[in-house]
């Protein structure tokens, strides 16, 4: 609740300030670039763990959070309507859960989920610009690890590259008459389908529905 009335507050600040700031229009052709620190939040939920083709009962694999820093790119196409493309790479651990969940960590991959949304801005002429935007992403997982006590000699971990939808929500707030606050909420679907092979557990299969709530916070500039 405290961190809630934080925000609000914040918000009701930057939006007061925002009133006394010329306005940065958007318009056809502008480049808008935002930096932001993002809190990758996991609203996983997976399927029982396969060994050599057998279920494990109330098995389950689940995701771990991470907070890294994003680049984000938008191209408007006329004042209202834009194209963003969002770039950032982030690194999560993945537990064992529910029967197998003594087994703790048993692997870590980072993921490179590259997004596009069209976007439409409801006030490109005013301080105040709230947005949504809805589009597609594309996440390869690379660098992927066996953890823990899976993790023996020759053991791998592959998970394939998922496709999906995006949705987003966001304002942009200006701070003067070049700069802007951004906060930024969007909805990834994200499939995990994970498969460790040749470790002493035998074949190992498990998918996950990672499908993240994506948090952002940053600053941006239009060019």
Same mark, same amino acid.
């Given at each position: 609740? &405290?961190? /809630? /009335? ?5 918000l009701?600040? +930057?939006?007061? *300030?925002?009133?006394? &700031?010329?306005?940065?229009?958007y ?9 932001r ?10 399927? *029982? ?16 959070? !991470?907070?890294?820093?994003? %680049?984000?790119? $938008? =191209?408007?196409? !006329? ?5 963003? +493309?969002?770039?950032a =790479? $982030? ?6 859960s529910?029967? +197998? ?7 870590? &991959? ?9 976007? =439409?801005?409801?006030?490109? *002429? ?5 947005y ?10 690379? #660098?992927?690890?066996?953890k823990?006590?899976? #993790? $023996? ?11 999906g ?10 701070l003067? #008459? *070049?700069?802007? %606050? ?5 909805y ?7 498969h ?8 190992? /299969?498990? #998918? ?16």
């Amino acid at each position: 609740m &405290t961190r /809630k /009335k934080s925000l609000v507050s914040l918000l009701a600040a +930057l939006a007061v *300030t925002a009133t006394v &700031t010329p306005a940065l229009a958007y318009e056809a052709g502008d480049l808008i670039v935002r930096g932001r620190i993002i809190s990758v939040d996991p609203q996983d939920d997976s399927s *029982t763990v396969s060994i050599d083709g057998g279920s494990v009962p109330a098995s389950g694999a689940s995701v771990n959070s !991470d907070i890294m820093p994003e %680049v984000d790119f $938008t =191209y408007m196409l !006329d004042p209202h309507w834009g194209l963003e +493309l969002i770039l950032a =790479y $982030t690194d999560h651990e993945v537990d064992a859960s529910g029967s +197998l969940s003594g087994l703790n960590q048993i692997a870590e &991959t980072k993921v490179l989920p590259p997004t596009l949304t069209l976007q =439409y801005h409801f006030a490109p *002429t005013s301080n105040v610009r709230p947005y949504v935007g809805a589009g597609i992403n594309y996440t390869h997982f690379f #660098d992927s690890k066996v953890k823990g006590a899976l #993790d $023996t000699p020759g053991s791998d971990l592959d998970i394939d590259d998922s496709w999906g939808l995006a949705a987003q929500a966001g304002v942009d707030i200006d701070l003067n #008459d *070049t700069w802007f %606050v951004n906060f930024d909420v969007k909805y990834i679907d994200i499939d995990a389908d994970a498969h460790i092979k040749d470790s002493i557990a035998a074949d190992i /299969k498990v #998918d996950i529905d990672v499908d993240p709530i994506v948090w952002g916070i940053g600053i941006g500039r239009v060019f």
